[in-house]
């Protein structure tokens, strides 16, 4: 889209409203979120940002469909790509989103001019601030005549006005030695990083496993770890998938687990694992699989061996380092945190189709009720021939310039981590 004039509107619709608004503007355009999505379409020339209870960016007001007047208030213009700033009003929203980020309170004019030094006058900045606020890049609680970011603010910060942190050496040192300590597996990888990752941010740290469902199956290691009990381990493009423990009606023997390993690798490896519950019957199909048992499970529950649960693939770390931080100090607020944590599908969906390298979502930019209060900070990394997706999610108030470096560089570490471990 080139750069263009543009009108931000404010609409509020009913459900019935949304399903009408999704069906006028939406047609065409493949986007299949009833409730929330993202949409350019090009005859209208419109990037819908939200369709319920939204935000709408568009370049022109010639919108026609059912309702779609109602309550509408519309801001200043705007420019597509990056709000035209003046270098007064870059300094003023740049000085306002780092002092807000460190002190976690409303910022007024005499604390700018005070703290920083800009050679401006209180009552300028002010003017200036009330200009920011206008254009929908500021707020104010209604308890303190200080502002504070909106998402767009952080949104213009972000893309234009915030230099990336580099870590210190220091720094890059300390975290590489915490990763030196991690597990040597993959699985275990990713639950000490989450952890790592959560602790350097002071902030909820999330991983998603890739989705190895149509990766394909490099072996299979069957080891005992109780009489009647074995361990599956299955790898999928030298990756370590997923670990799971078969229990065994009788007592198996070291010949048993050397024969069903060499059988499943000879006849299944090169499969996708998408293909394997189909085929399985025929590749495992002879009188010397019928007689092992081990084998016998694998025919018997190929799904539970190889299809792996959305879920099972997600590590979360620093549930109490983000509890500490000061948004979370009513119980509203509490609340939310607490609910998003404990609801795992929605942070599944939250990591899933992520754009590759670092990519950072601000509030209402999410989707999802719950997550209109966070941000999110995420890099993909590589484990063999795929890719996963590592974060962190906090309030939208939090340090992006030094984030963004952090989540950057663990995904470096997990990815040469996986790397090396899978020599």
Known sequence: MNSKSLIVLDFRFSENDNIVLKSDISKNSGASDTIRCY?????????????????????????????????????????????????????????????????????????????????????????????????????????????????????IYVDGLMQVEGLSEEVQRSIRQQFNRVSPEVSGVLDDVSELLAEVSRLLAVIMAPDLSSGVLDKVELIRVASGRIMVVVVVDSALVRTIILEMNSTITDQEIADATTIVNQRLSGLRLTDIPAHIGKRLAGESCSRNAIVRLFLDFPERIFAEEPRS???????????????????????????????????????????????????????????????????????????????????????????????GYTAQLVSERVARGNR
């Open 39 to 155: 949409v350019y379409h090009h005859a209208w020339e419109c990037l819908l940002i939200e369709c319920y209870g939204c935000r709408i960016i568009v370049s022109t007001m010639e919108i026609k469909g059912n309702n779609m007047d109602k309550q509408m208030v519309h801001s200043p213009q705007l420019q597509l790509g990056a709000v035209k700033l003046s270098e007064r009003e870059r300094l003023i929203l740049r000085s306002i989103v780092h002092n807000y980020i460190l002190s976690a309170d409303p910022v007024g004019s005499r604390t700018l001019a005070r703290r920083y030094n800009i050679g401006l006058s209180p009552a300028t900045i002010r003017n200036t601030m009330a200009d920011l606020e206008e254009m929908g890049l500021l707020t104010h609680p209604h308890t303190s005549a200080g502002r504070i970011p909106t998402d767009l603010g952080y949104r």
């Open 313 to 407: 693939g997600m590590h979360i770390g620093g549930t109490r380092h983000v509890l500490e931080q000061p948004e979370y100090s009513s119980p509203q607020k509490l609340k939310g945190i607490i609910e998003l944590i404990e609801d795992r599908d929605i942070i599944v969906h939250l990591l899933k189709d992520r754009s590759s390298g670092v990519t950072v979502t601000i509030g209402e930019e999410n989707v999802g009720e719950r997550l209109r209060d966070f941000s999110v900070i995420t890099s993909t990394y590589r484990m063999g021939g795929n890719y996963g997706t590592l974060g962190i999610i906090g309030p939208t108030r939090m340090n992006y310039s030094r984030l963004v470096a952090l989540v």
